[in-house]
């Protein structure tokens, strides 16, 4: 059974950075696309970045440039560097591995 467990999010500043940790646990990691989801308060939720198993990622055009999805197959742990930060990104960020999502983990930006 797969289990995913967000850490990271926080309150920070426009323009700050924040990283934002998933451990996954339960099956095997290094083959799974994983990605990263976030669903701001009254809006739908939606795909922010996904990894494949082969490392190609992609992004919502809104966060391309100023994230970056990565992961550590030895740790079993998918991160997502937030840079440049904007309060438009005031969501809680979920990880997901098929349909298998974690708890969630709360970012906010003040402008």
């Known amino acids: 059974q797969v289990q995913l467990v967000e850490s990271g999010g926080g309150l920070v500043q426009a323009g700050d950075s924040l990283r934002l940790s998933c451990a996954a646990s339960?099956?095997?990691?290094?083959?799974?696309?994983m990605g990263w989801f976030r669903q701001a308060p009254g809006k739908e939720r939606e795909l922010v970045a996904r990894?494949?198993?082969?490392?190609?990622?992609n992004y919502a055009d809104s966060v391309k440039g100023r994230f970056t999805i990565f992961r550590d197959n030895a740790k079993n742990t998918l991160y997502l560097q937030m840079s440049s930060l904007k309060p438009e990104d005031t969501a809680v960020y979920y990880c997901?591995?098929?349909?298998?999502r974690g708890q969630g983990t709360q970012v906010t930006v003040s402008s």
């Open positions: 990894i494949t198993s082969g490392g190609t990622t």
């Open positions: 339960g099956r095997t990691f290094s083959s799974a696309r």
């Open positions: 997901a591995w098929g349909a298998t």
